[in-house]
């Protein structure tokens, strides 16, 4: 009897160690996508800062434009 049950008992913590290995698994894809999400997140960081530099070089040339179309205005 004794036998019996310490192959069984044998059994389960290799059931539970089985288990335990496909938690970790699923925990390890799980930062994997973690991980994308967050290089995700920088290529939108980075896209919304070129964004805002085309913007601020269209803010720049429309200063510009503006300065250079005064001049002429007062002269007419």
Known sequence: MD???VKMD???VE???QSVK?????V???SQSVKMDLQSVEM???SVEMDLQSVEMDSQSVEMDSQT?????IGL
Do not use: F
Request: aromatic share 4%; net charge negative.
């Open 28 to 30: 390890e894809m799980d």
């Open 3 to 5: 036998g019996k049950s």
């Open 15 to 17: 059931m539970d160690g």
């Open 44 to 46: 939108d960081l980075q």
């Open 10 to 12: 044998l059994q389960s």
């Open 22 to 26: 496909m938690d970790l698994q699923s």
């Open 69 to 73: 179309i005064s001049p002429y205005r």
